[in-house]
């Protein structure tokens, strides 16, 4: 790597110009006990000890050869040249029985999680970054004081690709419940519990990301 010493002088000097305490000690460097040329000044010495150790920094690039695109070292887009066609569906459902019960449901599909794009990468293949089937129900309870509910959420495997990363998701369910409670000495507060998968599923919900396990809450809210 070249290193332009002149330029190095002319920005030392600027920020050297009205400070008294970094041009004493850039100066230092212009004695000859220091390894200086004794012109004055310290600039150009201290220019020269920068550019030696820069131009001693090893710098390269290395690619495996058989790379479609060779040696490439930035990352970018690339265009799908084929069209391509998906499909799926988001079905939902609600169930009021009365004023105090409620109950849910959905369910996501999707008819490829992955399709052949020839150039696209090494492997010719594009991933969705999503599952083809995820499903989610529940119930909840809100009576006179108090509440509580019930959750499940499942997801299937998957790949994700996003050009830095590469790997599998696997499936994982949550199952979780919530409480809630008046407060009966003080009007308007209320306490909340929720407990997030409750079977303590350890996973993770996407490549590389952070393994999940059992999660609780207690909150305290007060209307007014």
Known sequence: MAADGADYV??????M??????????????????GGNGNGIGADDLAGIIAGQIGGIPVGGISPNHHNYGGEIIFGYRTVPEPFRLSGMDVSMNWYPSSDWSFWSAYSYLNK?????????????????????????????KGDGHGYGLQLRWQDSYIMDGSVYYGKVESFYTLGVNASWDV?????????????????????EAFQGAIMGRWASVKLGYDF
């Open 113 to 141: 999680d992955e399709i052949h794009a020839e150039g696209v990468n090494d492997r010719d293949t594009l991933h969705m970054n999503t599952p083809q089937h995820k499903l989610a129900g529940g119930m909840q309870y």
């Open 17 to 34: 110009y009205g400070n008294a305490n970094l041009t004493g000690f850039v100066n230092l460097l212009d004695s000859a006990a220091a």
């Open 184 to 204: 009966p000495t003080v009007d308007g507060l209320k306490v909340g519990l929720t407990i997030d998968n409750v079977t303590d599923q350890v996973h993770r």
């Open 10 to 15: 002319a920005k030392l000097m600027t920020a």
